[in-house]
């Protein structure tokens, strides 16, 4: 029986609370996809790759978090599975444990986000190559699918406690009910997460709630920048919610990394980060680890001199 959603215990803010003041006041943080796509050069996965294609050669997650505090960001989100369905905790399931480098990759993680002091977030994706039987973009997820979805979360909020955004990926997969369950289910485990349910065909960010992207905390611009007259609130059931913005974009061209892809000019760069932060949104770069499992130096040199850009826009290039 689905739960209608006015008798939902846990429901998104109607008003600016201390929480999502934080998440606003963060405004520019580090996507990091990592993981089976990284190694098998596919992006949407079939999930049919052996744990022993993951091997890394000099996996340093610190050096990603160091890198985010250097460029300026001030927070992170990680890719924990992505459509490969390949988990980088030790999930029980398909997982790093049995690849050739079994390191708990959420877990360092976690660690040097607080050293760093870098708020951390974390990515899980509904669509799975691996569990679904291959990439099954219009499938409803069944029952037994749902519970290990269920399980992989709640391994998350209990063993990587200051979880501060939940990144929920391609939800239009889910019933209402399943959303609402999984909304409620982190809620329960970290009141104080932000759930942000990602349709990535939004057109419109920050205008209209798409069908199947509720209930969520914040709202997504995936490659799409604000409206001009970005407005926050939103009207959901006739009653308004308070779902501030966040636009994700790459540095490079592709989200995972891609032998020969090269970041964007400073120029781009700058002018999506102006445009995003200039309108009131939070900006979630991708910078990918390539497969030594650390970040190019090519990215680095590149979000260093966007950094420089933020600090000093007179001197960038125009041209």
Not at 23 to 28: A, F, G, M
Not at 191 to 207: A, F, Y
Not at 256 to 267: I, M, T
Request: hydrophobic fraction near 35%; charge should be neutral; glycine fraction near 8%.
């Amino acid at each position: 029986m689905l739960i209608p959603l006015l008798l939902m215990t846990v429901m998104p803010t109607q008003s600016r609370t201390p929480v999502i003041s934080t998440w606003e006041n963060l405004k520019y943080g580090m996507f990091i996809h990592y993981g089976m796509s990284t190694f098998d050069q596919s992006e949407i996965n079939d999930g049919k790759s052996d744990p022993s294609v993951y091997a890394p050669t000099a996996l340093d997650v610190r050096q990603w978090i160091h890198v985010a505090k250097m460029a300026g960001m001030k927070y992170a989100v990680l890719t924990a599975k992505h459509t490969a369905g390949f988990c980088l905790w030790p999930s029980g399931d398909y997982d790093v444990t049995k690849s050739p480098v079994k390191t708990d990759v959420v877990a360092e993680f976690m660690k040097a986000c607080k050293v760093e002091g870098i708020k951390p977030g974390i990515y899980y994706c509904i669509l799975d190559g691996h569990n679904e039987g291959g990439v099954k973009w219009d499938a409803k997820v069944d029952s037994g699918y749902f519970q290990l979805i269920e399980k992989h979360l709640t391994q998350l909020h209990t063993r990587y406690p200051g979880i501060f955004e939940q990144w929920i990926d391609i939800p239009g997969k889910l019933s209402p009910e399943q959303r609402n369950t999984l909304y409620e289910l982190v809620k329960g485990l970290d009141p104080n997460c932000l759930v942000l349910m990602n349709k990535s065909n939004w057109d419109h960010p920050g205008t209209t709630m798409p069908e199947g992207a509720w209930p969520t905390d914040l709202a997504v611009g995936e490659r799409n920048q604000p409206p001009a007259q970005h407005n926050p609130h939103m009207t959901v059931d006739g009653k308004t919610y308070y779902i501030p913005l966040e636009v994700c974009d790459t540095l490079e061209e592709n989200w995972f990394w891609v032998k020969g892809d090269k970041p964007r000019s400073v120029r781009r760069l700058y002018d999506l980060w102006q445009t995003t932060v200039g309108r009131g949104a939070n900006l979630l770069l991708d910078v990918p680890p390539d497969t030594t499992g650390r970040i190019p130096e090519s990215s680095v040199k590149r979000l260093m001199e966007l950094r420089d850009a933020v600090r000093h826009p007179s001197a960038v290039d125009r041209k």
